[in-house]
T-cell receptor, first 114, second 117 residues
Framework: EPEVTQTPSHQVTQMGQEVILRCVPI?????FYWYRQILGQKVEFLVS????????KSEIFDDQFSVERPDGSNFTLKIRSTKLEDSAMYFC????????????FGPGTRLTVL | GNSVTQMEGPVTLSEEAFLTINCTYT??????LFWYVQYPGEGLQLLLK?????DKGSNKGFEATYRKETTSFHLEKGSVQVSDSAVYFC????????????????FGRGTQLTVWP
């Protein structure tokens, strides 16, 4: 069964450093998303991406964040200068053309900013 | 705005007990409603969904009915198993034109369910 994969599973970084979180969506999906969950809090939407551009972003997704689909398979989230409050579990998701609201999630990357 | 409220956990049950996890929502119009489940060490998996009022979503013995009059989508299962132990998330996507384009999900806080043998 096709699945969304994410790497790394756990990333530890120093405050102020750049991190790139990687995702490989399901191959025939066209819509891509990033969500995050700070420990003990809700899963929050960050950004959606379609046709090589951002479709929607939340107020969390400020200038420190960017997304990219550098090739036909990867979908990345970059945080330019990490802050302590960026520590969270980051989930990538994808959905298909016919079922845009049925999203398939990856296992997540736990980001720890020290 | 759009939001989801679900009952606080953790919920601890014995095997074969009846499960209810309450979920209510706030949204304009008719959102689509979802329950996701997260097993330990895994990502969020769609458990069931309902896209219009009075629809019942069901999967793996779990059910939830979209109640517009009470803005609720409570998750139920008649007889839980140890393997159902997981975190359950209620979520919604607004209707098209409801301030979101590509099915942005709004999640509740999640409810941890532990089932003992």
């Amino acid at each position: 069964e096709p699945e969304v994969t994410q790497t790394p599973s756990h990333q530890v970084t120093q405050m102020g450093q750049e991190v790139i979180l990687r995702c490989v969506p399901i191959s025939n999906h066209l819509y891509f998303y990033w969500y995050r969950q700070i420990l003990g809090q809700k899963v929050e939407f960050l950004v959606s991406f379609y046709n090589n551009e951002i479709s929607e972003k939340s107020e969390i997704f400020d200038d420190q964040f960017s997304v990219e689909r550098p090739d036909g398979s990867n979908f990345t989230l970059k945080i330019r200068s990490t802050k302590l409050e960026d520590s969270a579990m980051y989930f990538c998701a994808s959905s298909s053309l016919g079922s845009y609201n049925e999203q398939f999630f990856g296992p997540g990357t736990r980001l720890t900013v020290l | 705005g759009n939001s989801v409220t679900q009952m606080e956990g953790p919920v601890t049950l014995s095997e074969e007990a009846f499960l209810t996890i309450n979920c209510t929502y706030t949204a304009t119009g008719y959102p689509s409603l979802f329950w996701y489940v997260q097993y330990p060490g895994e990502g969020l998996q769609l458990l069931l969904k309902a896209t219009k009022a009075d629809d019942k979503g069901s999967n793996k013995g779990f059910e939830a009915t979209y109640r517009k009059e009470t803005t609720s989508f409570h998750l139920e299962k008649g007889s839980v198993q140890v393997s159902d132990s997981a975190v359950y998330f209620c979520a919604l996507t607004p209707p098209r034109g409801g301030g979101s384009t590509l099915g942005r999900l709004y999640f509740g806080r999640g409810t941890q369910l532990t089932v003992w043998p």
